[in-house]
Each structure stands twice: as structure tokens, then as C-alpha cells.
T-cell receptor
Framework: DTGVSQDPRHKITKRGQNVTFRCDPI?????LYWYRQTLGQGPEFLTY????????KSRLLSDRFSAERPKGSFSTLEIQRTEQGDSAMYLC??????????FGPGTRLTVT | GDSVTQMEGPVTLSEEAFLTINCTYT??????LFWYVQYPGEGLQLLLK?????DKGSNKGFEATYRKETTSFHLEKGSVQVSDSAVYFC????????????FGKGTRLSVIA
């Protein structure tokens, strides 16, 4: 069990560029979650998957954001036309339904 | 919607002092309650949880009791150590467990020797 991994760990991009983040959950976990954390705040829910189905999206997830989990394993989160307000830590978590959520180390995005 | 309010930090304590971090919640139904900890440079880790009223979660000397009457889940430790320095987050999920978590803003604890 290698834990939840996220790639990249840091991303610096210019405003208007597209970025994509990857999350690899713990292998037997069927649920995968994305959260966003800004400085001095707690994580805020963005979206989650059960297997390959996206079950819920927060209203924080504007139409510039899209997430996929094509084979029910890893997931990607894409942000199009990035804005400075998108600068944050993007956290991924996974669980086996009904059990503890395990968090990855996060991807820190800086939009300049 | 559901929400969590926890005491503002930072909190600075001397080693072996008693710790309380207050957490109150607003939720429909009967949520599950959690404390997560984030050590410097590391990801969030579950510290303890409670799934129904009057349950006490405990781990590593930390305790919290689910109080439905006061909608609270205060974190306590009798004697803190320097290694407890971290950011602590109170969180809830709905009563069916492990649906998306709603977090408080976090409380930074610094313990000095």
C-alpha cells in the first residue's frame, strides 16, 4: 500500500494557461475525492467519484474545471484558462466506501 | 448547508500543558465527526472520529466527545508535546459516512519546549 499519490507536487503557470493534475488513489479504494485548500482555510470539496462515475460536484467547480476517472482508478483534474484565484493546494483523497478517507500530499498551483 | 466552526489560532502552549481546541457544527441529520491533523510538510491524516452522539474518539492521547445537545466536538489532550505542533481540522460528513467532508478553517498549534 503506497498511499495516495499526486502529480505534480508543484505547478506554476501563467494566467490563461490550462493545467492538469493527476491523482492515483489507494488501489482497492472505489471512491476518489478532490478538494481545494487556500491559505488559512480548511479544504473545500470540489467533486467525487465512485468507481468511474462522478457522483457529485460542488458549485465551486466552475465550467473551467473538469475531472475524470476513466477506468475507475486514477483521476485527472483539469483547469482551463487559469485565473489567479485558482492558486491553491489541490488535494485528492480516496476511500473504500464506508471507511476512512486517505489524503494525498496535494498539488500546489500558483497562477502568475 | 452543513458547516463547522472551530476556534481561531494560532495556539501556543508550553510542553505538558493541557490542550482544548473548540469545534461546533451545524448539520441536518446525524453527522459523523472527525479531527484531522496536518503536520508540517505532510498531508492530512485522520486523528480520531465519532459516528454517533456520546461517542468518544481517541488516538495518540487526544480525545473528543460527540455532544449532540451542544453540537460540539472539542479536541483535548492532557499533556502536549513539541511533536504535536501541527494544524488541526475539525470536519463532518453526513450520517451515512465518508461522503464529502466539510472542514473547519483549521487551528494551528505550536508547542514550545
Amino acid at each position: 500500500d503506497t498511499g495516495v499519490s499526486q502529480d505534480p507536487r508543484h505547478k506554476i503557470t501563467k494566467r490563461g494557461q490550462n493545467v492538469t493534475f493527476r491523482c492515483d488513489p489507494i488501489s482497492e479504494h472505489n471512491r476518489l475525492y478532490w478538494y481545494r485548500q487556500t491559505l488559512g482555510q480548511g479544504p473545500e470539496f470540489l467533486t467525487y467519484f465512485q468507481n468511474e462515475a462522478q457522483l457529485e460536484k460542488s458549485r465551486l467547480l466552475s465550467d473551467r474545471f473538469s475531472a475524470e476517472r476513466p477506468k475507475g482508478s486514477f483521476s485527472t483534474l483539469e483547469i482551463q484558462r487559469t485565473e489567479q484565484g485558482d492558486s491553491a493546494m489541490y488535494l485528492c483523497a480516496s476511500d473504500l466506501e464506508g471507511y476512512e478517507q486517505y489524503f494525498g500530499p496535494g498539488t500546489r498551483l500558483t497562477v502568475t | 448547508g452543513d458547516s463547522v466552526t472551530q476556534m481561531e489560532g494560532p495556539v501556543t502552549l508550553s510542553e505538558e500543558a493541557f490542550l482544548t481546541i473548540n469545534c461546533t457544527y451545524t448539520a441536518t441529520g446525524y453527522p459523523s465527526l472527525f479531527w484531522y491533523v496536518q503536520y508540517p510538510g505532510e498531508g492530512l491524516q485522520l486523528l480520531l472520529k465519532a459516528t454517533k452522539a456520546d461517542d468518544k474518539g481517541s488516538n495518540k492521547g487526544f480525545e473528543a466527545t460527540y455532544r449532540k445537545e451542544t453540537t460540539s466536538f472539542h479536541l483535548e489532550k492532557g499533556s502536549v508535546q513539541v511533536s504535536d505542533s501541527a494544524v488541526y481540522f475539525c470536519a463532518l460528513s453526513d450520517g451515512y459516512g465518508n461522503t464529502p467532508l466539510v472542514f473547519g478553517k483549521g487551528t494551528r498549534l505550536s508547542v514550545i519546549a
